[in-house]
């Protein structure tokens, strides 16, 4: 069982930057950050893999936000910039926590981005 706990959301105005961080209770393979906006799916939008270091992400944030983290801490970051009103939505903290696992199994509680315009 790994927890997730995400902080740093909160309200910005657009162009503004915010940090998300999230902190798991154990070692995971793979983090990464989802959101889900008012009526929406829930959308993928960066992932990191431990192990190389290699990040991906949606192209709607590719160049405005950054995944990174201390793997020692188990603590993952989405440092997003030039934030827009269309990033407003519930982020979401998410792991694979082994490298046999098909799918992100555990799921933070969820932190609000609201970016006004």
């Known amino acids: 069982q790994v927890q997730l706990v995400e902080s740093g959301g909160g309200l910005v105005q657009a162009g503004g930057s915010l940090r998300l961080s999230c902190a798991a209770s154990?070692?995971?393979?793979?983090m990464a950050w989802f959101r889900r906006a008012p009526g929406k799916e829930r959308e993928f939008v960066a992932s990191?893999?431990?192990?190389?270091?290699?990040?991906s992400y949606a192209p709607s944030v590719k160049g405005r936000f950054t995944i990174s983290g201390d793997n020692s801490k188990n603590t993952v970051y989405l440092q997003m910039n030039t934030l827009k009103p269309e990033d407003t939505a519930v982020y979401y903290c998410?792991?694979?926590?082994?490298?046999?696992?098909?799918?992100?199994?555990?799921w933070g509680q969820g932190t609000q981005v609201t970016v006004s315009s």
């Open positions: 998410t792991t694979r926590s082994r490298s046999y696992v098909a799918d992100y199994d555990y």
């Open positions: 154990g070692r995971t393979f793979i």
């Open positions: 990191i893999k431990w192990s190389s270091g290699s990040t």
